[in-house]
């Protein structure tokens, strides 16, 4: 129904920046809610930030004041701006969209997930 297409990650060195973003496509009626999780090797898939569609955002505690979350709602994409990053920050970077199909179906999209690698 909805696809997600993520690019923007890599490797980088501690302090430096990262942009991702992230396009939907499809069948969408409306998206609502727009995000970014991450998961580190062991530990579970945490929210890193969101955005609804009226603009309101919400971080992760270790992220406040580093990530900035912005959204396009007219080209359906969201993005990260990562700046001063970790090597705590390395992770796998997965888009999340919460959408309504025209059949007025809510749906909960993942990306593939993309590697973020900061070094020392």
């Known amino acids: 129904q909805v696809q997600l297409v993520e690019s923007g990650g890599g490797l980088v060195q501690a302090g430096g920046s990262l942009r991702l973003s992230c396009a939907a496509s499809g069948r969408i009626l409306r998206i609502d809610d727009m995000g970014w999780y991450r998961q580190a090797p062991g530990q579970q898939r945490e929210l890193v930030a969101s955005?609804?569609?009226?603009?309101?955002?919400k971080y992760a505690d270790p992220v406040k004041g580093r990530f900035t979350i912005s959204r396009d709602n007219a080209k359906n994409t969201v993005s990260l701006q990562m700046n001063s990053l970790k090597p705590e920050d390395t992770a796998v970077y997965y888009c999340?969209?919460?959408?309504?199909?025209?059949?007025?179906?809510?749906?909960?999209?993942w990306g593939q997930g993309t590697q973020v690698t900061v070094s020392q």
């Open positions: 955005i609804t569609s009226g603009g309101s955002t």
């Open positions: 999340n969209v919460l959408s309504l199909s025209f059949g007025l179906q809510m749906y909960n999209n």
